[in-house]
């Protein structure tokens, strides 16, 4: 139900940790989605304009495909999961917990450990083979963007004596 709170308040990202087996992303799909894909009850708050939208086909579709679900594999039982994990339909994007990984595989505090690399290597080419995307290929983009931003910013401020302008 915390989850349909925020749903019901107009949240479109949902991101949720330690996903670790099939059965629990069908159950996340199912509360978070209108049939036919998901069983989520019918509302009345911020997603249906407080009750007053008077087509409720539209606004379940329009609602399902404005949705975005981001189950964090987290765990090294995730990633022996995850083929199975991957054939729920309704998620398309995945993020990953390298810390936590590192310490479920007995790596604490050691993500960049050679082994996790390879885990996570192994399960982002799964991800990528069944159409789905990591949260590191969205990153990509924002980082390039932070970057080019940092670069700009830099370009504009240059002899000014502004710090940070």
Known sequence: SNILNYIDRGMRVITIPDLENKQQAEQLVEYCYFAPRGR?????????????????????DRTNDELLIVPQIESITAYENLDEILTVDGIEVFAGGPNDLAQSMGFPGQPDHPDCLKITEEGTAKIHAAGKHRDADIMVSVDATIAVRDAVNAMLSAGSGIKGY
């Open 40 to 60: 989520r009850s019918y509302t009345s708050k911020r997603v249906t304009r407080f009750g007053l939208e008077t087509d409720l086909k539209a606004m379940m």
